[in-house]
């Protein structure tokens, strides 16, 4: 299949993104215009210095800029436009839902207030829903180098905006902080009536995604590569049908892949699991969904089909009531009918 022809299916499919930090979408532009409207210094002394900067070995490494990246968002408004500018650019990629995260501590742990960091996204969704068509979900998730007690404060603050946070999560420095850290705050979490999702097995072995399951009781993992190196874990994942988020250009600009060629999912077709493509923080990894969906394909050789299926599977694993998925996923049909 040629470039041109491939490109064009996957720009017009409609897509769900259920995997994207919205402090990950903060494109360098943006974050000079606000760096400079708040009087904050970036220690970086342009948008080209800056994305200089953005070639990583690890999560770490990536996390580090990532937070230095946040300290410029003060006010309400910043996460608005934060917010709206992801909005915009996956309308044009035929994004037509997203589950969102977004990560309050990394504000918080700075004197700015859950409020104004909840109430500028949050404004910006529903702008979203009413403007664009994207209908939504909020996801708050905890920093996992922080401890335990700093999560519960964040759960605490949360639950102000029950109606509005639909799920909690689990992401930052995976290796050393297991899911068991969290399995108190996450019982809370689910007594509270929020949907659990937790990173795992992304740079941290096989046995995180089954603390995961077990004691976070969680609904999706987010990455899940390292799954493949357990057997009966596979089994299990495949058998409930759990969504894993993956995220192929992330995973590559984090060496968790060293080649797309390389990337798990075609094996994790293979064992029947549930494989979703996301960009995790396509402002530093060089893609929003269609770069994701363009460069598996390439690098792997997938088919229309295939692409069709990923798509499918992006509403299946996602948190619309399934009259909303029959919907999407009807569509999703009507448009590999009429196009190939
Ligand atoms: N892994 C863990 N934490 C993160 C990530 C990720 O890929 N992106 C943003 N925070
Ligand atoms: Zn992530």
Known sequence: ????????????????????????????????????????????????ELKKAYSFNNLQEFLDIY??????????????????????????????????????????????????????????????????GISFKLIMSFLRHLDEASAFKTLEDALTYKNWISGVGLDSSEVGNPPSKF?????????????????????????????ALDLLKVTRIDHGNRCLDDDKLVERLADLQMPLTVCPLSNLELKVVTDLKDHPIPKMIEKNLLVTVNSDDPAYFGGYMNENYLGITQALNLSKKQITQLAKNSFKASWLTDREKEKRIAQIEDYFQNNH
């Open 183 to 211: 399995e108190r705050v996450f019982a809370k979490a689910l007594e509270e009536g929020f949907i659990t999702v937790a990173h795992a097995g992304e740079e941290g072995p096989a046995e995180y995604i089954w603390e």
């Open 1 to 48: 299949m040629n470039t041109t022809t491939i490109k064009k299916f996957i720009e017009g499919i409609p897509k769900a993104e259920l995997h994207l930090h919205i402090e990950g979408t903060f494109e360098p532009e943006l974050m000079f215009k606000i760096a400079k409207r708040n009087n904050k210094k970036i220690k970086y002394n342009s948008v080209d």
């Open 67 to 132: 937070y230095a990246g946040a300290n410029v968002l003060i006010e309400e408004q910043d996460f608005y436009d934060l917010t709206w500018a992801y909005l915009t650019k996956v309308h044009e990629q035929n994004v037509v839902h997203v589950e969102i995260f977004f990560d309050p501590q990394t504000h918080t742990d700075r004197g700015i207030a859950f409020d104004t960091v909840i109430k500028g996204i949050y404004r910006a969704l529903q702008d979203g829903e009413q403007q664009l």
